[in-house]
C-alpha cells in the first residue's frame, strides 16, 4: 500500500515540475502572445504608440507590428464573434492608422500565416540569428506574402 501512495505522490510531484517553454510561434494561433513590437526604423512614430492605437479597439485581442524602412505591418487577431466582419475591421483599422499617422505606409493584415511570420521574425531577433538589413528584407518578403493574396 505504501508503493502505492510513493507512485501517486511521485506522479504528482513530476506533473507539477515547471515544463520547457514553448516558443511563441509553436502557441501564437492558439493563445493570446502580446508580441513585443518591432521597430526597425527609428524614424517617424514608435511602434508602442501605434501599438497603443491596435490595441484600443474593441474587436483586435492581438496584434504584431514591425516597422520597416518602408512599411508598417500591422498582423492581428480578430476575437471570434466579430470574424463576420473582418473586412471591415481592417478597413476601419487602416484608415485609423493612416489618419493618424498620415505621412506612414500601412499594411494591415487579419491573416494568421502574416500574424505568424511576424511572430517568427521577432523570435529570429531576439534569438540573434538575423541582423536589422536581413530583417527588413525579411519584412518586405512577408508583405509580398500579404500582397498576393489580395
Keep these: 500500500m505504501k508503493a ?16 520547457e517553454e514553448k516558443e511563441d510561434s509553436r502557441l501564437a494561433l492558439i493563445k493570446t502572445t502580446n508580441p513585443e513590437p518591432i521597430q526597425l526604423e527609428h524614424k517617424g512614430p514608435s511602434v508602442e504608440d501605434i501599438r497603443k492605437d491596435v490595441e484600443s479597439i474593441d474587436e483586435i485581442y492581438d496584434a504584431a507590428i514591425v516597422k520597416g524602412s518602408h ?7 480578430v476575437k471570434h464573434l466579430e470574424r463576420f466582419r473582418m473586412k471591415k475591421i481592417e478597413k476601419a483599422l487602416k484608415t485609423h492608422l493612416e489618419e493618424q499617422y498620415g505621412k506612414e505606409k500601412f499594411v494591415v493584415s487579419s491573416d494568421y500565416k502574416i500574424f505568424l511570420e511576424a511572430i517568427r521574425l521577432r523570435e529570429d531577433i531576439d534569438a540573434g540569428k538575423i541582423n536589422e538589413k536581413e530583417a527588413d528584407k525579411r519584412l518586405h518578403e512577408i508583405i509580398s506574402l500579404k500582397r498576393e493574396r489580395t
Excluded at 502505492?4 to 515544463?19: D, E, F, H, K, R
Excluded at 512599411?71 to 487577431?77: D, F, P, R
Design 71 to 77: 512599411h508598417i505591418l500591422v498582423a492581428y487577431k
Design 4 to 19: 502505492v501512495i510513493y507512485v501517486l505522490a511521485a506522479i504528482v510531484l513530476a506533473g507539477c515540475s515547471p515544463q
